[in-house]
């Protein structure tokens, strides 16, 4: 049991359900039945390219990581890519029990993983391919979801901007030696936490302008005149009292701040170890970057949701992150 929670690298597994949730998010819809599938579909085929992954690079692995599954013989090569083979044959079931459309997603996914990890992954279209499996896997949770996965595009972009950087920096973790892998993701990583704290802060604004005209609004005296021909009943007694905004104005400044939150938590979670890889690129720094990006997606994902106005989705993906990082301590995530 010890030889395959290693070889499927179950910590990471929390990282998933993010990408579905978000998905659905962006879309404009709210997680229902059809989700769930996704996400189950969004599992498997993510276990599938965990097995397939290490059958490839069994011979490989034998002299850069001998400890691994494969190379110790604790899983036979032919059992792992069984795994690789039923786990999709899965994923690919639970995405038709969502519709054609979805099953259409999920079919691209599965060629995506399969050309990865067995022909694409030592080239340079590598890091473009696995970016490309988790955009389509947060597209599957929105088109799944029943909602506009044209709205869902700008997310999906954002997550494979991430993994795009964070796959480069895991072409170096067995061997080190190059600074410029973290110092690119660094950059890339800074990019994103200025471009989600920026619409956070143009969301902020917005709102108190649209708090600010609506209580101007209930203090001018004329305007209600205007509307129904009489005094209006609730003027204010007394010069400068604002009557307070409607709640929902309330609603969208603490998504904004939600969101905030999280795009700092992504930030912290993601360039505190590229740093230290990119000052010291050894081994052990840059599996620790990796680890650290693979593990940043939870509040990436979840800064996402609450960008598209799903306060509570992005907070139950946020859940996902404590779990991801004590487990990740015991097995690792790379």
Request: aromatic share 4%; net charge positive; with cysteine.
């Amino acid at each position: 049991m010890r030889a395959w929670v290693e070889l499927l690298r179950l910590p990471a597994l929390f990282t998933v359900p993010g990408d579905a949730l978000a998905g659905a998010a962006a879309a404009g819809v709210r997680p229902n039945p059809r989700t769930l599938l996704a996400i189950g579909s969004s599992l498997c085929l993510y276990e599938a390219g965990m097995a397939l992954n290490d059958w490839a690079d069994r011979a490989e692995d034998a002299v850069d990581r001998p400890h691994r599954p494969l190379p110790s013989g604790r899983v036979k090569p032919a059992a792992a890519l069984a795994a690789a083979g039923g786990l999709t044959l899965a994923g690919l079931a639970l995405a038709s029990r969502a519709g054609r459309r979805p099953l259409a997603v999920a079919g691209a996914l599965a060629a995506t993983v399969w050309s990865y990890d067995l022909v694409l992954k030592r080239t340079p279209a590598g890091p473009v391919a696995m970016a490309a499996a988790r955009g389509l896997d947060l597209l599957l949770g929105g088109v799944a979801s029943g909602g506009d996965t044209r709205k869902a595009v700008p997310s999906a972009l954002t997550l494979a901007t991430h993994t795009l950087a964070v796959t480069t920096v895991s072409r170096h973790e067995t061997q080190g030696g190059s600074p410029w892998a973290p110092l690119t993701a660094l950059a890339t990583t800074t990019a994103l936490t200025w471009s989600l704290s920026r619409e956070d802060l143009t969301r902020s604004d917005r709102t108190g302008d649209d708090r600010t005209a609506g209580a101007l609004r209930r203090d001018d005296p004329t305007s209600a005149t205007r509307a129904s021909g009489r005094p209006p009943q609730h003027a204010p007694t007394a010069p400068g009292l604002r009557y307070p905004p409607p709640r929902s104005r309330g609603v969208t400044v603490n998504i904004a701040s939600l969101s905030g939150a999280l795009t700092t938590l992504y930030a912290v979670t993601s360039a505190r170890p590229l740093l230290h890889a990119a000052l010291n690129p050894s081994p052990p720094l840059t599996q620790r970057a990796v680890g650290g990006g693979i593990r940043a997606m939870i509040p990436l994902q979840a800064a996402l949701a609450a960008r598209s106005g799903a306060p509570v989705t992005a907070l139950l993906t946020a859940a996902l992150a404590p779990a991801a990082r004590r487990f990740s301590r015991k097995v690792s995530v790379t």
